[in-house]
């Protein structure tokens, strides 16, 4: 008992610990931030006013050309998505049959396909019923930084004049289409 009782405690040095406990801090910070919570936890919808669409053009999936400016006069739905994306696979047919219902009406929709390769696309594409969708591939994920994209899935709907005027973070309902959409096609 003696030798103990003369022995200080070992102490842990301050500059490794405080590293450890800012490191683990903000892991749980990012960890958090980056969880998309549940569509029906939070309103996902940004009501925010109409702002002009970025910038996108560029060689499709199927070698075509798409460019932004040429689809003016047109409501268009850009749906950013992944093929990893278990809920963009599940959106994808209800986009892909609004599309078609309301093309004649002036509806175009463009996938931005986020972090992926051209075989898994055209796999999911095929899965889905989705072969004739417009796809620009965003490998980088540049273009979606563009346009703010926080995580896929997310929906962007530009108006006739190239405004953004409304975006779904998370997937979209019919119910969501029928109000956000249908309205513009009216126009």
Wanted: proline share 8%; hydrophobic share 45%.
């Amino acid at each position: 008992m003696t030798r103990l009782a003369g022995r200080r405690p070992r102490r842990i040095p301050v500059g490794p610990a405080l590293v450890l406990t800012a490191t683990v801090a903000i892991a749980v910070v990012v960890a958090l931030g980056l969880r998309s919570p549940p569509a029906s936890d939070v309103d996902t919808t940004d009501r925010s006013a109409p702002v002009p669409a970025p910038a996108l053009s560029g060689a499709t999936l199927d070698g075509g050309r798409f460019d932004l400016a040429d689809a003016r006069g047109h409501v268009l739905l850009i749906n950013v998505f992944a093929s990893w994306c278990g809920p963009c696979r599940d959106e994808l047919p209800l986009l892909v049959d609004a599309g078609q219902r309301w093309s004649p009406r002036g509806l175009r929709l463009v996938g931005l396909n986020v972090r992926d390769g051209t075989e898994a696309v055209r796999a999911l594409l095929d899965e889905t019923g989705a072969t004739g969708l417009t796809v620009l591939p965003d490998p980088d994920g540049t273009r979606a930084v563009d346009w703010g994209v926080r995580g896929v899935p997310e929906t962007f709907v530009v108006d006739r004049n190239g405004r953004i005027v409304d975006r779904q973070r998370g997937v979209v309902t019919r119910q969501w289409l029928q109000q956000r959409v249908a309205p513009l096609l009216a126009e």
